[in-house]
């Protein structure tokens, strides 16, 4: 009986060490592929934790230097944000702050290139964001073509009412009713109608002598001409 368990044992070594004599190194190589990749991965999100607590350490000392109108340090760190955390939310964030404080202070050169900077690298969000604001820029200087041109770029469904809007404060500035009655009325029919900036496109296009019912009209018919 116990040769019979004996023989039973030694086959089955047999037969597991045939198996792994075929299949051991491919078996090991995967097990060392997915040990790599589980160690990659926390090593990765372990990086991008610390670049985030980085970039957000950066921020908040852009936001305490504008606060203390410390320009000279909001600028250092701000730089050392585009230099070192150029992909991260924060420095598309602080971007945006950089530029509101330096339209507040009428460096538009400064907002300008600011502004810049988040179209050239950020998200499509911030890039929407940012082309909406700049063309605000432009509008100041006077760079009416140059702000139409850069919102003609495609951006997501939730600027598009924003961007429209924009249009029809440059046509106007130039002038040109039409157009910006155009604008406005598309501008009032893709912003949401509970939002309290729709209210603001209202009064441009009353200003312009287009009057509100008619637009409201065309957003629930738009079929009729």
Avoid at 132 to 140: C, K, M, N, P, T
Avoid at 190 to 204: A, G, N, S, T, W
């Amino acid at each position: 009986m116990a040769n019979h368990f004996d023989l039973e044992e030694q086959e089955q070594l047999d037969q597991l060490k045939h198996f792994w004599d075929s299949w051991g190194t491919l078996i090991t190589s995967v097990l060392v592929v997915i040990f790599v990749g589980i160690a990659g991965w926390n090593g990765w999100q372990y990086w991008q934790k610390r670049q985030s607590l980085q970039a957000a350490a950066l921020e908040f000392a852009v936001d305490e230097a504008l606060t203390a109108k410390d320009q000279a340090r909001a600028d250092q760190a701000f730089a050392e944000l585009k230099d070192k955390y150029a992909g991260t939310a924060q420095a598309m964030q602080t971007a945006l702050l950089m530029a509101k404080a330096s339209v507040d202070a009428g460096k538009l050169d400064d907002a300008k290139a600011q502004l810049s900077w988040v179209v050239d690298k950020g998200d499509e969000g911030s890039k929407a964001l940012a082309r909406i604001r700049l063309s605000s820029v432009l509008e100041q200087q006077k760079s009416y073509d140059e702000g139409l041109k850069l919102l003609a770029a495609s951006v997501p469904e939730a600027f598009a009412g924003l961007q429209a809007d924009r249009r029809g404060d440059l046509y106007a500035a130039q002038g040109k009713q039409q157009e910006a009655v155009t604008q406005y009325q598309s501008a009032y029919k893709l912003l949401d109608k509970d939002l309290d900036y729709r209210h603001l496109v209202e009064f441009k296009l009353n200003a312009l002598g287009a009057a509100p019912e008619t637009v409201a009209q065309a957003k629930t018919t738009p079929s009729e001409n």
